[in-house]
């Protein structure tokens, strides 16, 4: 298959994936409170019985499952309802991984209720040694750019598409994209901020579902679900061309104005 085929494959797939979760979740609405979330929690009990158990090949994603059937990833990420419990549900997953050995799992870091949440494209060697998203030399970048707009990096909430290094620091391949998709996806929902920052064209462009160029995105409030969601350039990318610095920077004052908005709203 050509490269472009390849990634025209993986956006039809990626926007099927999206409506998917649309209509699993609704518009990305989370039970919040411990008691509604208990009546929608699921638990693999053990059935100590001799007599044969039935297991239903139908069962759907919201029946609590009773009998020994190992759980589908989807359930194990449908039942999750703090990030403690994704972040488990992701250190048992092997999906996540890429073809590099024995990488740390790299979750997220911040505030677990941020309204602002921040997403790159995939940890590097540092983030991999850390276990921690952005804390290399573009983290060190992402840090003064939030600095700049009046933000701490302990107030937002920071992740990645990938949540484990790709060798040689290679760009995530889309089928890398599309399994750890459906895991950042109950990541947003659960910190359900009130908008996004995608850094460079990968993030933007697997969360969007779209292959567009990353110029043809900033300077825009796309709606995501029920919320909104702003491009800009990766600091990495900045740290190579420092032409893209000024955009970057009208593009996270209009962040900082719409989130202001927000927040008062
Ligand atoms: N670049 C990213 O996209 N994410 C990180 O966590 C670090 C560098
Ligand atoms: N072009 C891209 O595709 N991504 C960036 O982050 C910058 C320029």
Known sequence: MSEQQN?????????????????MYGDFEVPRSSSEAAGTEK?????????????SEESSDYEVTESVKELTESEKIAACSTLEELKSVCEQSEVLKTDLPNTNLVFGVGDPAADLMIIGEAPGENEDKQGEPFVGAAG?????????????????????????????NRDPKPE???????????QIDIVDPKIILC?????????????????SMRQ???KFHDRELMVTYHPAALLRNSQWKRPTWEDVQLLRKRYDQLSNS
């Open 7 to 23: 990634d025209q494959d993986f956006f039809e797939r990626i926007a099927n994936l999206l409506n998917q979760q649309r209509e």
């Open 43 to 55: 638990v693999v009990e053990q059935v100590h019985t001799d007599e044969p158990t039935e297991v």
């Open 140 to 168: 060190q970048l992402l840090d003064k750019i939030l600095s700049a707009i009046n933000f701490k990096r302990s107030e937002v909430y920071i992740a990645n598409i990938l949540k484990h290094r790709p060798p040689g």
């Open 176 to 186: 890398e994209r599309e399994r750890s998709l459906p895991y950042l996806l109950k």
């Open 199 to 215: 850094v460079g064209r990968i993030s933007a462009t697997t969360l969007l579902g779209e292959d567009r160029s990353l110029k």
């Open 220 to 222: 825009r409030i796309h």
